[in-house]
């Protein structure tokens, strides 16, 4: 199974791509790519670098719409440490 359903969206399991040896670095991309956006950049920065493309994941952030780093800055900033964590 290449993805899982969900109603009418197609959701990609949850996987890091990574490459290069170093210092780690994390790309992290907007809600509406992937980790794909980075492709053309991955050899660059693999040179240097453990570069980690993590894929999207999705968390809800209560009183928060399209800018939570705006709306809820330490709900955001919680949430992406937890992120950045599981990697």
Same mark, same amino acid.
């Given at each position: 199974? $290449?993805?899982?359903? %969900?109603?009418?969206?197609?959701?990609? !399991?949850?996987? $890091?791509? %990574?490459?290069? &040896?170093?210092?780690?670095?994390?790309? #992290?991309?907007?809600?509406?790519?992937?980790?794909?956006?980075?492709?053309?950049?991955?050899?660059?920065?693999?040179?240097?670098?453990?570069? #980690?493309?993590? $894929?999207? =994941?999705?968390?809800? #952030?209560? =009183?928060?719409?399209?800018? !939570?780093?705006?709306?809820? !800055?330490?709900?955001?900033?919680? &949430?992406?440490?937890?992120?950045?964590?599981?990697?």
């Amino acid at each position: 199974m $290449n993805g899982l359903h %969900s109603g009418r969206y197609r959701l990609t !399991p949850w996987r $890091n791509a %990574s490459g290069g &040896s170093g210092r780690p670095l994390v790309l #992290i991309h907007e809600g509406i790519a992937d980790r794909r956006m980075y492709d053309d950049q991955m050899a660059v920065f693999a040179a240097r670098y453990r570069v #980690i493309r993590p $894929n999207a =994941q999705f968390r809800l #952030i209560p =009183q928060a719409g399209h800018f !939570p780093w705006l709306e809820q !800055p330490a709900a955001m900033a919680a &949430s992406l440490r937890a992120f950045l964590r599981r990697l």
